[in-house]
DNA sequence: GATTATATGGTTTTT
DNA sequence: CCATATAATC
């Protein structure tokens, strides 16, 4: 027998040998699903299956590269660089980059994200004449999502009576209109969307033969990971994918099935005994990574929810530490605690910053941990939230790239068209975009032909240069690489320069982020990662298709084992574990999240969140909560999470949480003091007459007459000698004459050497402010 | 047409 | 509080 049996308990072991046939793991919180997984690849190897031939479909990238990893190990080769693996979206990706012309896109096409899709929506909104107030880009946007992940196309949306009357109900009836106009203008601009590159990769398997076929030949071996949280689209594929051969293994645990927001739902895995004739199902209940406490309170926490997959999960770990409660007066001393626990943990059990996880419902609460962790002098990282890839200087560079290898991509082309300015604005823009649309072109080639449109003079020029430029950059694209060619883009749109001149510290910082995209570029470039030979090549278009699905966590390989505490939403710990764990913000409203209260079943999601954010926890855990927390700039109470009373006492310590006097409250008289009668032990609720103090408005009294928004000008004649002046070096206290607003006198100097701005206080016209780049000042005196 | 001051309004979770 | 849409100003 192989010696990488020797390690897995008898169910494990079951699973991992199991090779042909349906097979269903049923992998609770810590049972070792990853080695199981990675064991069971390694073992289909190690049997004669040829990597090329084994697809398997992880939660993230960052999973997938670890598996790679392990198999690598344990096998003691390299052969796992041929296996097919990563997201549902980063394969399809994959694929769809060599099979796009079948379905009529490019195989060029764009990945568009979250926000060029909200984009395409406004610009539907837009089109269609309707009310961007009341068509919500994300709103709408979510619900198209929805529709897809359920494989309801634009027609099928438009012909359910259901679907029709819910939007009618809610004052959206052209919903399946934009839906309609959203798919034919991300077709029309070469691109799909996240849901785009599942649904897609189904349409080409459910309507072409020869593709399904020639993908059930290549992928003998299925193995799905996370199969809880996959959709209606991803259980159709797999159920395409594996009809062939039926060597089909899911791993689930239908307790941590957290993204139904996502369109995920448990009914696959129950679903799943039922598809095939001859399903091995293999439990795995014998957890390895908590102390006994920790897995009594979560196992206690989850029996609250109805209709679970049977099973009992039991540890052979020491008993531990009780489960410390923790109440702080507000989220900043939340942060504080956490901070001073993390302090004193290391000291006195010798733990490092890296043991440490600090896990929170929602990405805004990260800030008060941050704060309080800098104040400290503790390492951190925040994973998730803003990404690299979302800032600003980013896209702009990455939208160059896009147009470049795909100028089909309106939305990357309107980004970057007149950035830096070139003297294409909106007016300009918004012609093209009409005759685009009259002549049902694309943007690009409307500007392209823009003379044939009546386009003349300087903007006529700037967009000729515009289109001769990016033609530049084109014919790069045979011979560069992908590095080589981002370079020239930086440089020849001036872009990179107008960062550079920019000596502000967050214009240094943009100038570094693109410099760090520039090196990432040509990471990517030289670095052969082992992806098959089917679609190698390093060129732009296949580093643009990768970048769109990098997550923060994925790209940072190098420092894995840096020393530092971690931060990140419980969505993005699932998988993960660490040493000691702190759960901020266990209050109701927050978590469970007022959003999703209103069903049992929203509540019975969240509860399945607080089951994963407890089992992260090895050793210590501590959940901690705020009386009142800030939300939108504005202190607002909060309960104790329902979740605090559904855990057995016997494994609580609450003595944090008595009435938080033990707390540093006290001695912050600046920021908890005043709020310190209320949050006391749960009296009454808040007086009512407190809930809102009407906005201080600029003391204006309501008995004076209001302030004149847009104050007259009286009207002033420059006089016969006037002269602009030098104001290079203007002071307060001079006499200057204005050409509209007449004499004043210099108040105040503000803005900054780069642009001076004069505060001056005229004789008839009050006081302005005024910007001494544009305006013309005489000086009198 | 570009830049900057001001109003608005939005927070669940993510590939 | 923050990020983006709109208005004001050059």
């Known amino acids: ?101 079948r379905l009529g896109y490019p195989n060029n096409f764009t990945i568009y994200d979250t926000d060029d899709s909200r984009s395409v929506i406004k610009t539907i909104v837009n089109e269609l004449n309707l009310d961007d107030k009341h068509y919500k880009p994300n709103i709408v946007g979510s619900r198209i999502s929805g529709a897809k992940n359920a494989l309801i196309g634009p027609l099928a949306y438009s012909t359910d009576t259901y679907i029709q009357q819910e939007d009618l109900r809610n004052k959206r009836p052209a919903m399946a209109q934009i839906y309609a106009g959203y798919c034919a203008r991300c077709f029309k601009n070469g691109a799909m969307d996240f849901d785009d ?74 679903q799943f005994q039922k598809d095939y004739d001859d399903v091995k199902v293999v439990k795995l209940e014998q957890n390895y990574r908590s102390t006994q406490s920790i897995l009594k309170v979560a196992n206690e926490v989850i029996g609250q929810n109805k209709g679970q997959i049977p099973k009992e999960l039991w540890t052979d770990n020491k008993v531990g530490d009780k489960i410390k409660i923790v109440r702080t007066m507000t989220d900043n001393e939340e942060g504080k605690f956490v901070s001073d626990c993390i302090q004193e943990q290391k000291l006195r059990n010798h733990y490092h910053n890296k043991d440490f996880a600090i896990l929170y419902r929602t990405n805004a609460q990260s800030r008060a941990y941050e704060e309080s962790l800098r104040r400290m002098g503790i390492a951190y990282k925040i994973y998730g939230g803003l990404s690299f890839y979302q800032r600003k200087e980013i896209k702009d560079m990455l939208a160059y790239l896009r147009v470049v290898v795909n100028p089909r991509d309106e939305e990357a082309l309107k980004r970057i068209i007149n950035y830096p300015v070139r003297g294409i604005g909106k007016t300009s823009l918004e012609k093209l975009a009409i005759v685009a649309n009259e002549q049902n ?65 967050e214009g240094l910082a943009r100038y570094e982020n693109v410099q760090e995209l520039l090196n990432s570029i040509k990471y990517w470039t030289e670095i052969p990662d ?4 089917e679609v190698g090549t390093k060129d732009l278009g296949a580093f643009l298709q990768q970048v769109t699905l990098f997550t923060d966590s994925d790209t940072d390989t190098e420092d894995k084992e840096s020393d530092v505490v971690k931060l990140m939403t419980i969505h993005a710990a699932k998988g993960l574990e660490f040493g000691c764990v702190f759960v901020g913000g266990v209050e109701e409203n927050l978590f469970p999240n007022a959003m999703s209260i209103n069903t049992r079943e929203e509540l019975e999601e969240e509860r ?100 004149p928004t847009a104050p007259k000008v009286v009207e002033h004649k420059p006089s016969e000698n006037f002269a602009p002046s030098d104001t290079s070096n203007l002071q307060v206290g001079q006499q200057v004459e204005h050409q509209k607003f007449g004499f004043g006198t210099v108040t105040k100097m503000e803005g900054s050497a780069h642009n001076p701005i004069a505060i001056i206080e005229f004789a008839h016209n009050g006081e302005k402010k005024i910007m001494l780049n544009y305006a013309k000042l005489r000086i009198v005196e």
């Not at 199991?18 to 073992?43: D, E």
Request: hydrophobic share 40%; glycine share 8%.
């Open 1 to 101: 027998m192989q010696d990488y049996l020797n390690g897995l308990n008898a169910p494990q072991r079951e699973a991992v040998t199991h090779v042909n046939g349906p097979l269903m793991i049923v992998a609770g919180a810590g049972s070792g699903k990853t080695k199981v997984l990675t064991t069971r690849i390694a073992h289909l190897m190690a049997n004669g299956v040829d990597a090329f031939n084994i697809l398997a479909l992880t939660f993230t990238n960052k999973a997938a590269a670890e598996m790679k990893e392990r198999v690598n190990k344990i096998l003691n080769s390299n052969e796992a660089r041929n296996l097919y693996i990563g997201t549902f979206h980063s394969v399809f990706a994959r694929i769809l980059r060599a099979e796009a012309h």
């Open 530 to 533: 082992g992806e098959d030979g």
């Open 441 to 505: 072109i694309t943007l690009f080639e409307t500007i392209q032909r823009s003379a044939e449109f009546g386009f003349k003079g300087g903007t006529q020029e700037a967009l000729q240069n515009f289109v001769t430029m990016i033609r530049y950059f084109q014919t790069m694209l045979s011979e560069k690489n992908a590095y080589d060619v981002a370079v020239q883009v930086g440089k020849h749109t001036n872009l990179v320069k107008e960062l550079f001149s920019d000596k502000t510290t």
């Open 197 to 270: 590159l599942l649904l897609k990769m189904y349409e080409m398997l459910n309507t072409q033969p020869d593709a399904l076929s020639k993908y059930q030949r290549k992928f003998k071996y299925i193995m799905i990971d996370e199969y809880q949280d996959t959709n209606a689209v991803q259980y159709q594929i797999s159920k395409l994918l594996g009809a062939m051969n039926e060597n089909i293994c899911v791993v689930g645990d239908d307790a941590q099935s957290i993204y139904s927001f996502r369109g995920a739902t448990i009914e696959n895995i129950l």
């Open 608 to 707: 399945r969140l607080f089951y994963v954010a407890v089992t992260r926890a090895k050793d210590r855990l501590w959940l901690t909560f705020a009386n009142a927390r800030y939300r939108f700039g504005q202190l607002v109470q909060n309960e104790p999470s329902r979740f605090l009373e559904e855990m057995p006492e016997q494994f609580l310590d609450r003595s944090y949480s008595g009435g938080g006097m033990k707390n540093q409250g006290m001695n912050n008289m600046g920021g908890g003091f005043q709020h310190m009668q209320r949050g006391f032990p749960s009296q009454s609720p808040p007086p009512a007459f407190e809930k809102k103090k009407e906005p201080s408005k600029p003391a204006t009294p309501s008995y004076l007459p209001a302030q």
